[in-house]
């Protein structure tokens, strides 16, 4: 029996403390709060978006940063086995669409309960209010973690799971990075993923609080096309979020770091211009008398009527038989490509994961185990791992935390 100290109770650290208790190892979990699972209290929207049950295949495919290093964990405990795990523990789960898999209850304070109860039945000793300070090694191996009252808590092996920079509220301050950092290890640019984006338009402002559905986002960065998907987004007073920006924010986010990029909307992506400019027509043959704003308002929701009347620069209240061909054409442009100029990410307090941490090649895939110092492990959001929203950030937790907490051996 080997005792093993694991730092953060979140999603990684309690799924490898559980299974190091299973596997028979004396642990003690740190947490600086006082309670376990803060952020997952809040992950999708309180009702806690567990895993994807989609293929393996597609788990790869979500994926941003370094998807390769996920192989042994991925198929070493899958999202279907993670299903199981949590309807054992007697969570009911459903699967909604886009293969999202969340608690029947929609809450996720029973999936963080069922974790608890598990690992009191286990054996894990939580140690609340307790806050890792420092990783100690000795003779290149872990030998104690150093705590924020000054005690020091001796073991045989130690899991870094404390997490990222995002939703710092739940106590992610980036404690893991200089963990690593202090015990050798690379810690890759770190920046917020999943997050909102600013942009430079004044009628952003104008536009607050609407949501458009149906539509297609694309990003680019000059000619070059970054990121293309059709879903649903939000204005906000800043800019824009919802599901579309969040995802491109994943993809867009080193690019925005260094430059504006351009986001163009398509309103009706479902139509070609061909289409559109036929569908048009005919509402300008249906209201010939009418004005120009009165003829084209069943297009696009109220709000942002006054915002495309003023950038497709045609007198809201010229008739529509007097608008010329070359005006609608623009006008329909206009429609297919409503374009923003997105400046830069929001910050880590409205990020949902971290982008960057500690370095994957120093990390043994199979075990999760440093290759730089003996004993020492790192699961979870810790590691340069992200990906996209629908459950696969959390299947990257459980799995990377599965792996780190049933690969301590016994120290002789």
Not at 83 to 104: C, D, H, I, S, Y
Not at 108 to 130: C, K, N, P, W, Y
Not at 194 to 207: G, R, S, T
Not at 305 to 327: A, Y
């Amino acid at each position: 029996m080997s005792k093993v100290i694991i730092i953060g109770g979140g999603a990684a650290g309690s799924i490898a403390a559980i299974f190091a208790a299973r596997s028979g190892h004396d642990v003690v979990l740190l947490e600086k709060n006082e309670k376990i699972g803060k952020k997952l209290y809040i992950t999708g929207k309180g009702r806690c978006n567990v895993t994807n049950s989609g293929s393996v295949d597609e788990l790869f495919a979500a994926v941003v940063s370094n998807p390769k290093f996920l192989y042994s964990a991925f198929y070493g405990f899958t999202n279907w086995q993670v299903m199981e795990f949590f309807e054992k523990l007697g969570v009911a789960l459903k699967t909604e669409r886009g293969n999202r898999v969340f608690p029947v209850s929609d809450h996720s304070s029973d999936i963080i309960r069922a974790l608890q109860r598990e690992m009191e039945r286990t054996g894990v000793q939580i140690r609340f209010h307790t806050k890792g300070k420092e990783v100690l090694t000795k003779d290149g191996r872990f030998d104690a973690v150093r705590l924020s009252d000054g005690g020091i808590l001796h073991g045989d092996a130690c899991i870094v799971a404390t997490g990222g920079l995002s939703y710092p509220s739940t106590g992610s301050t980036g404690d893991g990075y200089r963990f690593a950092e202090a015990t050798g290890h690379k810690v890759t640019e770190t920046s917020p993923a999943l997050v909102p984006m600013e942009v430079k338009e004044y009628y952003a402002k104008e536009l607050q609080g609407l949501s458009l559905k149906n539509v297609t986002a694309t990003v680019y960065d000059g000619k070059k096309k970054l990121f293309e998907e059709f879903g649903e987004m939000l204005f906000t007073h800043f800019g824009v979020s919802g599901p579309l920006v969040i995802c491109a924010s994943s993809i867009v986010g080193r690019a925005l770091s260094k430059k504006e990029l351009t986001l163009s909307i398509n309103l009706k992506p479902a139509l070609s211009k061909e289409q559109l400019d036929q569908r048009v027509l005919r509402d300008f043959a249906q209201n010939k008398n009418k004005k120009f704003k009165n003829a084209v308002e069943g297009l696009f929701p109220a709000k942002l009527r006054p915002v495309m009347m003023e950038l497709c620069q045609i007198d809201p209240d010229r008739p529509v038989n007097d608008i010329s061909r070359e005006e609608r054409l623009r006008f329909v442009e206009l429609v297919q490509n409503f374009k923003m100029t997105l400046t830069k990410l929001r910050g880590y307090d409205e990020a949902v994961i971290t982008r960057g941490g500690v370095y994957t090649k120093e990390v043994n895939p199979q075990t999760m185990e440093s290759k730089r110092v003996r004993g020492l492990y790192f699961a979870g959001e810790v590691l340069d791992l992200d990906a996209m929203t629908g459950g696969f950030n959390l299947q990257i937790a459980w799995s990377t935390g599965y792996l780190a907490g049933i690969s301590i051996s016994d120290v002789e």
